[in-house]
């Protein structure tokens, strides 16, 4: 087949093939949400229910259940393949949007950098505390989540505007508001609980959610 | 006096080609086929054509096992089909 077309059926056909390569959501998107959603809901739900449960300073070790997330990553990595192996398009809003979600990777890379040399390092050369008390070094961790959780709104946010799918919109609001409640409730003594909570919430918003929205959508069922 | 229409772009197959490349960073032969509606030997023929005039550059992989082959746009195609276009408008008077 090799029609000519008249111009009036050469303008009609452009518009149509560019809008079919429009908007295309690549299938597996949904799975990585999911992945990391889940992750972090099981995680941050375990810390809150041992700061709860566990007495005094002991519970503090319960942070060490954030080692957990490595478990993520080999399991990131083959999704990530398999998307790749399936894509039949790669449009410009996909590509621009890697590039915002490794954005977002490097910025969490680089506080959760900075936060353990200032822990490990920098503060045990320039303070003294009591035998005992050693995790008010941690302190600074307590930045982390709202910091995290705001930068997440913002990658959030921007894929919802992209590839018009509003739960992601929605999702991107609640982090914002999420990280707001964990910056105005520092003075609180149950802090850290509060945060672990507040993340677990976030979470079921931010991931949950519009993962598997998003994998319904990309199954056609929405 | 009305310029000529690119040759190469004026068919209804290749056209469809050109938009799709000219709206994605790269598309596969599979992707073109579905949204073209075209038969896969029909699209080889009008693809290489497209290859030959300098449009589009075609790459051959394997995804797993099956063979893939993806399609991207060439500066050369890009300048050809905005050519077309501004060609285009002034057949039918936005111009």
């Known amino acids: ?46 810390i809150f229910i041992l700061l709860v449960v566990l007495p005094g300073e002991s519970s503090y070790y319960s942070f060490f259940l954030w080692s957990m997330m490595a478990i993520g990553v080999p399991f990131h990595i083959s999704l990530i393949r398999k998307m790749e192996q399936q894509k039949l398009v790669k449009t410009y809003i996909d590509k621009i949007m890697g590039s915002v979600w490794i954005a977002f990777t490097i910025s969490v890379i680089t506080m959760m950098a900075g936060i353990l040399i200032t ?104 | 006096m009305y310029k000529e229409l690119d040759p190469v772009l004026h068919s209804q197959l290749r056209l469809a080609i050109m938009s799709i490349l000219i709206s994605t960073e790269e598309a596969d032969f599979v992707f073109i086929r579905e949204n073209t509606g075209a038969t896969s030997g029909n699209l080889s023929v009008q693809l290489d054509k497209l290859k030959e005039a300098g449009y589009i550059e075609i790459t051959k992989t394997f995804r797993g096992k099956i063979p893939r082959t993806i399609c991207k746009k060439t500066p050369a195609g890009l300048e050809a089909f905005e050519k077309y276009v501004e060609t285009l408008k002034s057949y039918i008077g936005l111009e």
């Open chain 1, 1 to 46: 087949m090799d029609t000519h077309l008249n111009e009036k059926e050469s303008l009609e056909l452009i518009g149509k093939m560019i809008n079919s390569a429009k908007n295309n959501l690549q299938k597996g998107l949904g799975d990585i949400f999911l992945l990391w959603g889940y992750l972090v809901a099981i995680v941050s739900l375990s």
């Open chain 1, 119 to 222: 822990t490990v390092l920098v503060l045990p050369s320039f303070t003294e505390v009591e035998p005992g008390h050693e995790f008010l070094r941690w302190i600074p961790w307590t930045l982390f989540t709202p910091f995290m959780l705001c930068l997440y709104g913002f990658a959030l946010f921007v894929s919802g505007k992209a590839y018009q799918f509003k739960p992601l919109v929605t999702g991107g609001i609640i982090c914002w508001i999420a990280t707001l409640v964990l910056l105005v409730s520092f003075h609180h003594p149950h802090l850290l609980k509060i945060q672990e909570f507040v993340l677990f919430v976030a979470v079921i918003f931010g991931f949950i959610i519009p993962g598997h929205l998003l994998r319904k959508k990309e199954n056609g069922h929405v």
